[in-house]
Nanobody, 121 residues
Framework: QVQLVESGGDLVQPGGSLRLSCAAS????????MGWYRQAPGKERELVAT???????NYADGVKGRFTISRDDPKNTVYLQMNSLKPEDTAIYYC???????????????WGQGTLVTVSS
């Protein structure tokens, strides 16, 4: 099985910064797309950013210019640097990875358990 473990969520004031991390573990052959989604109270889960090695990152319009996604492939880890945080960024942030396990031919989607980001004064 593959596990994704997020860290870095916290309470931060508006205008502040946070860095989220997500490490994938298990018998992994290849990780295709990695990314972050978020779900605010009373709202549906939405895309924040995704990244595929060798391709430009993809961002939701509301976070462009403020958030930066990156990945460390040898560590199977994806990061989300969040700057100029706003109260509307408050949500549970979920890590996502599209993974092919060793001895498997297909890719499967995996999710982390979520980490809470609260932006408030």
């Amino acid at each position: 099985q593959v596990q994704l473990v997020e860290s870095g969520g916290d309470l931060v004031q508006p205008g502040g910064s946070l860095r989220l991390s997500c490490a994938a573990s298990g018998i992994i052959a290849v990780i295709n797309v990695m990314g972050w989604y978020r779900q605010a109270p009373g709202k549906e889960r939405e895309l924040v950013a995704t990244i595929t090695t060798g391709l430009p990152a993809n961002y939701a319009d509301g976070v462009k210019g403020r958030f930066t996604i990156s990945r460390d492939d040898p560590k199977n880890t994806v990061y989300l640097q969040m700057n100029s945080l706003k109260p509307e960024d408050t949500a549970i942030y979920y890590c996502y990875a599209n993974v092919r396990r060793l001895t498997y031919a297909n890719f499967f989607n995996y999710w982390g358990q979520g980490t809470l980001v609260t932006v408030s004064s």
